[in-house]
């Protein structure tokens, strides 16, 4: 257990663990009622707030095996200029050698992501293609095909409603929507993403709905996008369509 009533650091964090070798389990729950890690110098802007918190993990480096997952309730954060404000957030992550499965509720918002290849591999995917993407993006050159043949297999889908924490991040610069759906997906011939987004709103603007596809054509990066409003919503621009690559 862990006490703390000190300023700038007023916690208390319960703690209970086993470790067998390589093998680490254990399980936490606690409230923060202050925490600036600023003060600490743990951070060079601003971060600090309070939440309460719940969370398990199992680990065995041996056998490749990670599970875990957190709940975070009535969180409230700023980072530098940025406040968070979430009332349930849970976070769920299992990997093996094979496969590894990440889900994210929040509120209205859910997220899941599902890798076809173990932990290890997927991280050194993501930094191989981050690598590349950053590479082009310097010389100012988009190859698909290469960024596509080096990252996992992977299906990824976001469904996002009207109350949560991104929602609520928007709401600072004036935005809204009422709906959005994001799938993106890579398999062994093609990386590809949809958005389908409805009842957005930035100031007076107004946008019925707003999708987007993309897709791996050759090396190129294909997409198409549409923009729908009813009668009396932007009439000027009712119905737009643009198509075009990268």
Request: proline share 1%; aromatic share 10%.
């Amino acid at each position: 257990n862990f006490l703390s009533h000190n300023g700038n650091c007023d916690l208390n964090v319960d703690f209970n663990g086993i470790i067998d070798g390589r093998h680490y389990v254990g399980d936490a729950q606690g409230t923060i009622n202050d925490l600036d890690l600023r003060a600490f110098k743990l951070y060079d802007g601003k971060c600090e707030g309070k939440t309460r918190f719940a969370g398990r993990f199992d680990i065995d480096l041996a056998q490749k095996r990670y599970n875990g997952n957190v709940t975070l309730t009535d969180l409230d954060w700023t980072v530098d200029d940025n406040r968070f404000v979430a009332h349930e957030t849970t976070a769920n992550f299992n990997a093996d050698d094979d496969e590894t499965h990440i889900t994210l509720d929040n509120e209205d918002n859910h997220l899941t992501l599902d890798a076809q290849v173990g932990l290890e591999a997927f991280v050194q995917s993501m930094q191989h293609v981050s690598k590349l993407a950053t590479e082009q993006f310097r010389e100012r050159s988009l190859n698909i095909d290469t960024l596509q043949h080096s990252l996992p297999p992977f299906p990824f889908q976001a469904k996002l409603g009207r109350d949560g924490l991104v929602q609520r991040f928007l709401e600072r610069y004036d935005m809204d929507f009422r709906s959005a759906e994001c799938t993106m997906g890579n398999d062994v011939d093609n990386v590809n993403a949809d958005l389908i987004l409805t009842g957005f709103t930035h100031g007076s603007t107004l946008i019925d709905t707003l999708t987007f596809h993309a897709y791996e054509l050759e090396e190129y990066l294909a997409f198409n996008t549409h923009m729908g409003n009813r009668r009396g919503t932007m009439d000027e621009f009712a119905q737009v369509d643009i198509e075009g690559g990268a």
